[in-house]
């Protein structure tokens, strides 16, 4: 019965000793020891509270980034894509975007029947475009060449800023 005791004792005091080795204690009772790891405990509980707030804004910085870059739809409206509903929203708006937008329709042979826009910090417009389309247009072309002008005009230069 005392072996038994012993060896329940003499575990303890291992599972002490590797408790204290791990939370780095230089206490030498039992109770020290335990309360020094309660203490371990609970400051590795806040590291993992602040990584998960950096992974949380670290994924918020990187949702931001992605939806800074424009967007551009495009649906075909009437018989046989004979006008588009275009769609583009970009969170950052640059002078002469709104300009360039309506370039590309006018080189697609697209005239504006209706559009709303908006300017102001990001960029918004909705238009409909149509009549003299021709043949080979279509909405991946619109979509092209809309988001063309989109990144033309947001990198700083179009073509006619070389012209002047």
């Known amino acids: 019965m005392m072996s038994r005791e012993r060896k329940k004792a003499a575990a303890l005091q291992e599972k002490l000793k590797i408790l204290r080795s791990i939370t780095h204690s230089h206490a030498l009772s039992n109770t020290s020891i335990i309360m020094d790891a309660s203490a371990y405990i609970k ?5 993992v509270v602040r990584l998960n707030q950096e992974i949380a804004c670290a994924q918020d910085a990187l949702r931001h980034k992605a939806s800074s870059y424009p967007t551009v739809t495009v649906e075909a409206l009437g018989v046989q894509g004979s006008s588009f509903l275009v769609n583009v929203f970009s969170d950052k708006s640059c002078p002469g975007l709104l300009v360039a937008v309506l370039e590309a329709f006018d080189e697609l042979g697209l005239s504006v029947l209706q559009a709303t826009a908006s300017c102001a910090d990001s ?14 247009v279509d909405e991946h072309v619109v979509k092209q060449a809309v988001l063309q002008a989109v990144r033309s005009c947001s990198e700083g230069g179009s073509e006619h800023d070389d012209e002047e």
Do not use: S
């Open 123 to 136: 960029f918004r417009l909705e238009a409909v475009g149509g009549e003299n389309v021709a043949d080979n």
């Open 43 to 47: 400051e590795l509980k806040q590291k």
